[in-house]
């Protein structure tokens, strides 16, 4: 097992594990810069027949944060799959006889550590070594940061066929020291420009508007209410985690870059992501009282935000004129 990798934790397993990575190339960057510079910022409003209950994502599809950063950064992304799970341990042990950490993307259930046991295959991870027992793993704060799991848990999790799971995906990102405000502008245009024009209704603040119609229906759906309103907040599936993210690297942008459109665009986000703790908070309530009334209000705060955070994008995307 490695001594030398500073196993720190943070709110998004993504950006954790990126921070891992990026930290052992001598690049130091926030969590929230991370994500900013990765044009993580996104909205999903997804529902179908088969489907127990709507899914409210908050971010890009997992791993397409890793790809823009790289992608943003000119950083050099090494990417593996396979369908061997044999040649997979073979990939990992491999970068890690090199001396590079390595990120996994894998399905958390399977995690000996994890504390909620329910399926996500798009779970990332940093892994730092391994002995004849077990793989050490930097994950997020909310999971105990350093970690460890068995080898044979490691090994079904990134070998679960779950949704959103990859074949046995592991990667390398590697590069030199960045000039850091040549890679703002363009990190933010883009997730701006994605955000104002999404190619279907659920996506982006089309999506946070579809959701405000739909969230006033959601007591007859289910009796989880407070459960679906705590991952909303704590997880980011739809609530203010990955708002406050963004809302933070703004901030850090605002110190680099004179920009009015920038001041405003962070001064916005820090309006949204108040009412998305306010949003699960509401549906918490719903839950608790079985009260309509506190859905149809989040209904029009999830209206208010779309107007927000439209605004905002609207904003951010002149960043490039």
Same mark, same amino acid.
């Given at each position: 097992m490695r001594n030398d990798i500073e196993a720190r934790g943070g709110q998004h397993c993504e950006t954790t594990a990126l921070g891992v990575l990026l930290r052992h190339q001598g690049i130091e960057l926030s969590e929230a810069m991370?994500? =900013? @510079? +990765?044009? +993580?910022?996104?909205?999903?409003?997804? /529902?179908?027949?088969?489907? *127990?209950?709507?899914? $409210? +994502?908050?971010?890009?599809?997992?791993?397409?944060?890793?790809? %823009?950063? &790289?992608? %943003?950064?000119?950083? /050099? @992304?090494?990417?593996?799959?396979? &369908?061997? &799970?044999?040649?997979a341990w073979t990939n990992v042990t491999a970068a890690l006889e090199t001396g590079e950490p390595v990120g996994l993307q894998l399905d958390s259930y399977y995690l000996e550590y994890f504390t909620?046991?329910?399926?996500?295959? =798009?779970?990332?991870?940093? $892994?730092?070594?391994?002995? /004849? *027992? %077990?793989?050490?793993?930097?994950?997020?704060?909310?999971q105990g940061g350093a970690v460890s799991t068995s080898l044979t848990? @490691? &090994?079904?999790?990134?070998?679960?066929?779950?949704?959103?799971?990859?074949?046995?995906?592991?990667?390398?990102?590697t590069g030199r020291p960045i000039v850091l405000t040549e890679h703002l502008v363009p990190a933010i245009t883009a997730c701006a420009d994605a955000f104002l024009n999404p190619p279907i209704a659920n996506l982006g603040h089309r999506g946070i508007e579809k959701a405000a119609k739909l969230v006033p229906t959601w007591l007859d759906r289910t009796d989880a209410l407070p459960q679906i309103a705590l991952l909303m907040e704590k997880a980011g599936t739809g609530g203010a985690l990955f708002r406050n993210l963004y809302r933070d690297f703004l901030r850090e942008c605002v110190e680099l870059v004179s920009s009015d459109d920038l001041?405003? =665009?962070?001064?916005?986000?820090? *309006?949204?992501?108040? +009412?998305?703790?306010?949003?699960?908070? @509401?549906?918490?309530?719903?839950?608790?009282?079985?009260?309509?009334?506190?859905?149809?209000?989040a209904g029009c705060v999830l209206a208010d935000i779309a107007r927000l955070e439209r605004e905002a994008m609207y904003a951010l995307s002149r960043l490039g004129a």
């Open positions: 991370l994500f =900013g @510079l +990765g044009s +993580g910022l996104s909205f999903i409003y997804w /529902d179908s027949r088969n489907m *127990e209950f709507p899914f $409210l +994502g908050g971010r890009v599809k997992p791993f397409e944060l890793t790809r %823009n950063l &790289a992608h %943003n950064l000119r950083l /050099d @992304l090494q990417v593996q799959e396979t &369908a061997s &799970a044999r040649k909620s046991k329910v399926h996500f295959g =798009g779970h990332v991870v940093a $892994l730092y070594g391994y002995d /004849d *027992e %077990n793989a050490y793993l930097v994950d997020t704060e909310q848990s @490691l &090994a079904e999790a990134r070998a679960a066929r779950s949704p959103m799971a990859a074949r046995h995906r592991s990667f390398t990102l001041r405003k =665009g962070h001064q916005l986000y820090a *309006e949204a992501a108040a +009412g998305w703790t306010e949003v699960a908070a @509401l549906i918490a309530q719903a839950g608790h009282s079985g009260d309509p009334r506190h859905l149809s209000k």
